[in-house]
């Protein structure tokens, strides 16, 4: 059977690609399973520092397969099979490394789902977004109606979920769902730039504030102000901390650094 995604490692970051091209990368059982399982190697293997999350052949995801859907509405195995990519999303809600979905062409249905489960979105200038569920008669699923209205509002989310209407990246980025909209032939170099800069950054202060911004709307002021406490102590005894402050204090290159966008530049020569 061939693998339905393709796993590469270098420099600390792992490009986990989608790879049925012929149907834009669309989401069946095998490439389920196979994500749940990659995601998890990933987490474990600690020379990983960080994940791109894209797709083969100019497209990002199609949503689920829709050939796989037949006969199986509302059966017990349907449902199984929605708990089975439940645990990918949180797999990689909770995955304690940085997460970037670089996204080109159509991130349509559980495509869009999958994309919103990543710390940040690039999408090319042909990237196309769309909670296309409703066109078959479904709801959006795989956490969609969790992260979309955290990142765009009730209001947005609801037109978005009942029109299926498509989202071109550049409205996606006005609406903040996208971080940055590149050219589709610079979209992978500057996730990996991103990723490689994301990678340097302390292991423990990224996992604990992804965690804790996870709970934001759920936590009352109080309790989240305790669990920051409580972390913050923490890294102010990391070995990465002791060295950036000396670095600092040195005035030497900080070990981490956000990369610079082409956007950012045009924006300071302006």
Request: hydrophobic content about 45%; glycine content about 8%.
């Amino acid at each position: 059977m061939t693998s339905s995604i393709h796993t590469a490692i270098a420099d600390g970051v792992a490009t986990l690609t989608l790879a049925r091209s012929q149907l834009k990368n669309a989401l069946n059982a095998q490439m389920g399973d196979e994500l749940g399982e990659a995601i998890a190697a990933l987490r474990r293997n600690p020379e990983v520092r960080a994940l791109v999350l894209t797709g083969a052949g100019g497209d990002f995801c199609s949503g689920g397969d829709i050939s796989n859907m037949q006969g199986s509405r509302g059966s017990e195995a349907a449902q199984a099979r929605m708990a089975e990519l439940h645990r990918v999303y949180d797999a990689l809600l909770e995955f304690d490394k940085p997460v970037i979905a670089a996204v080109d062409g159509v991130a349509f249905g559980a495509g869009f789902s999958l994309a919103l489960a990543a710390d940040f979105i690039l999408a090319s200038q042909r990237a196309r977004f769309c909670l296309s569920f409703a066109r078959v008669g479904l709801l959006p699923d795989l956490g969609a109606l969790h992260m979309l209205p955290r990142l765009i509002g009730l209001q947005r989310t609801r037109e978005l979920a009942h029109s299926a209407r498509e989202l071109p990246a550049q409205e996606a980025l006005a609406l903040g769902l996208v971080l940055e909209v590149l050219p589709a032939t610079a979209l992978h170099e500057r996730a990996l730039a991103l990723a490689t800069a994301l990678a340097q950054a302390s292991p423990f202060a990224f996992a604990k504030t992804k965690q804790l911004l996870a709970r934001t709307f759920e936590t009352d002021r109080r309790t989240l102000l305790g669990a920051e406490s409580s972390a913050q102590a923490i890294a102010l005894e990391s070995d990465y901390t002791k060295d950036a402050v000396g670095r600092f204090m040195r005035r030497e290159p900080a070990r981490f650094q956000w990369p610079g966008s082409e956007q950012n530049k045009k924006s300071t020569n302006a």
